[in-house]
């Protein structure tokens, strides 16, 4: 059982910086591949970034691409979403997520078998 809590939301300027923190408890946080989703309101979940479990492989939405960069610290069971150049419409409700398991569905929100329970992020123009 793994549980993860976001934190580092907030209300920033369009063009401003957040670093989202997800902490996770366990032993084995190590062997998860992790991502993180969001989902704004009136829309669908979507994929924003994921970070194999060795730390080795990225991959990223394209809509974050080059301003966004997911990483991690196994030694504090803790994963970071670093993200720059904010727009309006990266506000959204922010989810980790971790993935058990040999392979990797980076983007598969249903392949995710633990989810935190999220963090505001709110981009002003």
């Known amino acids: 059982q793994v549980q993860l809590v976001e934190s580092g939301g907030g209300l920033v300027q369009a063009g401003g910086s957040l670093r989202l923190s997800c902490a996770a408890s366990g032993r084995t946080f190590s062997r998860y591949s992790m991502g993180w989703f969001r989902q704004a309101p009136g829309k669908e979940r979507e994929f924003v970034a994921a970070?194999?479990?060795?730390?080795?492989?990225?991959y990223y939405a394209d809509s974050v691409k080059g301003r966004f960069t997911i990483s991690r610290d196994n030694a504090k069971n803790t994963v970071y979403l670093q993200m720059n150049s904010l727009k309006v419409e990266d506000t959204a409700v922010y989810y980790c997520?971790?993935?058990?398991?040999?392979?990797?569905?980076?983007?598969?929100?249903?392949?995710?078998?633990?989810w935190g329970q999220g963090t505001q992020v709110t981009v002003s123009s």
């Open positions: 970070l194999i479990w060795s730390g080795g492989r990225t």
């Open positions: 997520a971790a993935q058990d398991g040999g392979s990797w569905f980076p983007s598969l929100g249903n392949k995710y078998d633990y």
